[in-house]
């Protein structure tokens, strides 16, 4: 089993940053490829950034890329999603998976594992 346990979020003006945290343990864990996703309110979870297990490259959704950037230290066992530009659009509560999703990299159903969520809020 895999425990994902997400911190950093909060509130933040536009224009800001923030960094995210996902502490990762259990069996394997640092073999598993991760992402970030994101849900706000009345929308469907979406796919924010991938990072393979050895975090040799990331992928990101068209809305982030540019401002958001996606690293892990499998020494320390945490994935981070550094988030620069921060709009007000971004507003949501994310959350970290870990699996191993193949071709299934941008939907939810690729994960096994998933953190309970970190709320960030950006004000305008």
């Avoid at 297990?53 to 981070?80: H, L, P, W």
Wanted: proline share 3%.
């Amino acid at each position: 089993q895999v425990q994902l346990v997400e911190s950093g979020g909060g509130l933040v003006q536009a224009g800001g940053t923030l960094k995210l945290s996902c502490a990762y343990s259990g069996r394997s864990s640092s073999s598993l490829a991760m992402g970030w996703f994101r849900q706000a309110p009345g929308n469907e979870r979406e796919f924010v950034a991938y990072i393979r297990s050895s975090g040799s490259s990331g992928f990101y959704a068209d809305s982030v890329k540019g401002r958001f950037t996606i690293f892990r230290d499998n020494a320390k066992n945490t994935m981070f999603l550094q988030m620069n530009s921060l709009k007000p659009e971004d507003t949501a509560v994310y959350y970290c998976a870990a699996g191993l999703p193949g071709w299934r990299v941008v939907t939810p159903h690729g994960y096994d594992y998933w953190g309970l969520g970190t709320q960030v809020t950006v004000s305008s």
